[in-house]
């Protein structure tokens, strides 16, 4: 049984390692997250794959930052493949948008705020 505390980064150069990290991990993993880094390796795909025929819950990690019509389609598009969270910039418009993107469906959108490789001196 999956708990869903823990969310396995999927952290790999492309979908096909990605699928493999899953099936090793099997029912003890309920939760991953795909970065934008696997974006271009086949990453929505494989949240699809992981989504619709393995029923685990995706984190997409995109930290989304455009003007806000472009969130706001992004989002729209995103939302129809029935993932659980989606990562934006912090900004309000950013937020706002992503917002009005999501309305309608099941995404929760997290708002990034300060990226973990900051430190004191880029602040």
Do not use: C, N
């Amino acid at each position: 049984m999956s708990d869903d505390r823990l969310i396995v980064a999927l952290d790999v150069p492309h979908a096909v390692a990605g699928l493999a990290l899953a099936e090793r991990l099997g029912d003890a993993v309920g939760f991953y997250k795909i970065g934008l880094g696997m974006l271009t390796g086949g990453g929505l795909a494989l949240a699809m794959e992981l989504k619709g025929d393995h029923g685990k819950r995706i984190f997409l990690d995109m930290k989304l930052f455009d003007i806000g019509a472009t969130i706001e389609a992004a989002v729209r598009g995103l939302a129809q493949f029935d993932l659980d969270f989606l990562t934006v910039h912090g900004d309000p418009h950013v937020v706002r948008a992503a917002k009005e993107g999501a309305a309608g469906s099941s995404l929760k959108i997290l708002a990034v705020t300060v990226l973990t490789s900051l430190d004191r001196a880029d602040l």
